[in-house]
T-cell receptor, first 112, second 109 residues
């Protein structure tokens, strides 16, 4: 079974731009969660989608948004990028509640 | 608010020198405690899920245990390939995964 895939793997953007990241979950998984990982803060939860609905949201500003499509693929968008948004963005999928989350390789975003 | 604290932040071991990593947590209604391993530049790799106090799980040189306040990841006779950052996370009533900052393990040959 193929794992979680994320595209692109690396991105360089400048302040003020916006970016869209994509995540394809493991086949059959309906829940997709997004995390931001930085050296200082560690892994922080952004949001979770299940069957195209946002089910949970972390403490991030409204510049961070996401969506999920009917095939469970998910995208996250960050608008008006700031230098502090530089991070590894990780996507994880699970089969449902209380099920293990499996992570993708991440997208490394650098904001200049 | 759910919280996870991992200690130590970093640990250096000689090959074959057994040790334990600690994960202390506070959570409202524990649904699960998860251990992951993360190599540099990669996403976390799932190791174990523990659901209730007293539960133990093993995989090769790793053994995870759980009490009502903490979890331990015991590493027996580690090898250099066990070098990685080990992450602990809890899932409570909010269903969000809350991660600790990890323990960076280095095993020297």
């Amino acid at each position: 079974k193929a794992g979680v895939t994320q595209t692109p793997r690396y991105l360089i953007k400048t302040r003020g731009q916006q970016v869209t990241l994509s995540c394809s979950p493991i086949s059959g998984h309906r829940s997709v969660s997004w995390y931001q990982q930085t050296p200082g803060q560690g892994l922080q939860f952004l949001f979770e989608y299940f069957s195209e609905t946002q089910r949970n949201k972390g403490n991030f500003p409204g510049r961070f948004s996401g969506r999920q499509f009917s095939n469970s693929r998910s995208e996250m968008n960050v608008s008006t990028l700031e230098l502090g948004d530089s991070a590894l963005y990780l996507c994880a999928s699970s089969a449902g509640d209380q099920e293990t989350q499996y992570f993708g390789p991440g997208t490394r975003l650098l904001v200049l | 608010e759910d919280q996870v604290t991992q200690s130590p932040e970093a640990l250096r071991l000689q090959e074959g020198e057994s040790s334990s990593l600690n994960c202390s947590y506070t959570v409202s209604g524990l649904r699960g405690l998860f251990w992951y391993r993360q190599d540099p530049g990669k996403g976390p790799e799932f190791l174990f899920t523990l659901y209730s106090a007293g539960e133990e799980k093993e995989k090769e040189r790793l053994k995870a245990t759980l009490t009502k306040k903490e979890s331990f990841l015991h590493i027996t006779a580690p090898k250099p390939e066990d070098s990685a950052t080990y992450l602990c996370a809890v899932q409570g009533g909010s269903e969000k995964l809350v991660f600790g900052k990890g323990t960076k393990l280095t095993v020297n040959p």
